[in-house]
């Protein structure tokens, strides 16, 4: 008998081991194919690297941590299913996405399933705005904050000029260009005047179309509110019609893999706003972030971009979060969450509390020219930091977001 009562205390302190040990699944919803895919691949190299960092000091809670991943194409549909799915396979938390509107769809389905869903590139405004919820956390800026660095920049440098939008027809492209049209003053649309193109699924017609008439107008300043390879297709057609040489170019949300894919002799000059590049570590300060792009730039030998930051600081954030409540839970980690202050990969970060925004600071930058660029090591070094805004300055206030959620008949209370 004491045999027994041993060898069954064995088996239940082996399997408790077992249980302890089992790996945790984070679920990624993320583009690997559609116009957005190379931000997509970013975001999976950044998961992975803080993923491997963490196992090796002892993963989350004494258990080992795991990737899951599926595409969404940049669909809503596609990311909603993806959530199911994940869920299903027992993911802790969620994260991902570069189009808003799938990221606004996945958090939407997450919170159904009780799932924390974190948005990486998803800048509009709806996401910690009219569509937020206790359950969505954006770890990017919003469009709000992209148009105000870019307003301040733009308002000193090119004063009263006239402006020519040409917009993705989806949350994000129409509450970046309503915001940008207003922090420039330029609301009037007869003397800054403006066209939608399709999202998904634009034609090179679309952009011919529009460019066209922006080339015919007397612009002296081109937004094209567009993103990933729609932007990189849009500014082939701007210089065939001779746009980059004739006004400035401003495209309110750049990336490091825009630029690779366009090439820096296209994009040379290109105005727009990032939340993050690799040479921020070192400006801020930053030795972990510092670290980050010493880590990334070995293992992949890219510098990493904005994507790649986002979905790393989503894991350890989440990852902390979970050491600081001692628990998965959904509800205790959003409890561990909001109003935590920390410096990760930059200066001063918040999850702010009434509307799960990070607030941090944004950067206008200009993308350089081929020959700096070529000049540097890697030939990466493609953006110059013009201006910058501290996040408490950028981000909408508390009244701000109330009253955007008041107009959208939302509550003024997360729910």
């Known amino acids: 008998m004491k045999r027994l009562t041993a060898c069954l205390a064995l088996w239940a302190g082996l399997t408790a081991a077992a249980q302890a040990a089992e790996p945790i699944t984070l679920g990624l919803s993320y583009p690997r194919t559609g116009s957005y895919k190379e931000e997509g691949l970013a975001q999976m190299r950044g998961a992975l690297l803080a993923i491997d960092e963490l196992n090796a000091k002892g ?82 800026n919003s469009a709000w904050m992209s148009a105000r660095v870019l307003g ?22 129409n509450t970046t260009e309503s915001s940008l049209r207003e922090t420039t003053g330029t609301q009037d649309g007869a003397r800054n ?4 193109v399709p999202f998904p699924g634009a034609r090179m017609a679309d952009y011919q179309n529009a460019l066209t ?33 004739k006004v400035q170019i401003v495209a309110p949300n750049l990336t490091q893999g825009i630029v690779e894919q366009a090439g820096p002799g296209l994009m040379e000059g290109v105005v727009g706003t990032e939340p993050w590049t690799w040479r921020v570590p070192e400006l801020e300060g930053s030795q972990a972030g510092q670290a980050f792009v010493s880590h990334f730039t070995e293992r ?14 989503i894991v350890r954030q989440w990852a902390e979060a979970a050491g600081r409540a001692k628990s998965l839970d959904s509800e205790a980690l ?22 799960h925004q990070n607030v941090q600071t944004v950067y ?38 109330q009253a955007e959620r008041r107009a959208a008949g939302q509550p003024t209370t997360l729910q």
């Open 213 to 245: 008439q922006a080339a015919q107008s007397d612009a002296e300043v081109l937004v094209l509110v567009l993103f990933g390879e729609d932007l990189v297709r849009a500014m082939r057609v701007a210089e065939k019609l001779g746009l980059t040489r």
């Open 334 to 355: 959003i409890k561990a969450l909001e109003g935590h202050r920390y410096s990760l990969l930059k200066g001063p970060q918040e999850w702010r509390a009434f509307d």
């Open 59 to 140: 993963g989350v809670l004494g258990r080992p941590l795991r990737l899951s991943s599926l595409d969404d194409a940049s669909r809503p549909e596609k990311a909603a299913r993806n959530v199911d799915k994940l869920a299903g396979e027992g993911a802790a938390m969620l994260f991902g996405g570069a189009s808003s509107a799938a990221a606004i769809a996945a958090g939407k389905r997450a919170k159904e399933h009780g799932l924390l869903y974190f948005g990486t590139l998803t800048y509009s405004n709806d996401t910690t705005g009219k569509d937020g919820h206790r359950y969505l956390f954006r770890e990017c």
């Open 300 to 313: 992949y030998e890219v510098y990493p971009s904005s994507a790649a930051a986002s979905a790393y600081s």
């Open 152 to 173: 301040q920049y733009l308002a000193k440098q090119l004063p009263d000029k006239r402006y020519f939008y040409v917009t993705a027809d989806y949350t994000w492209g």
């Open 364 to 401: 206008a930058v200009r993308v350089k020219s081929r020959a700096e660029v070529m000049a540097s090591p890697r030939h990466q070094d493609y953006f110059e930091i013009v201006h910058r805004l501290d996040g408490d300055k950028a981000a909408p206030s508390l009244a701000e977001w």
């Open 193 to 196: 005047p403006g066209l939608k």
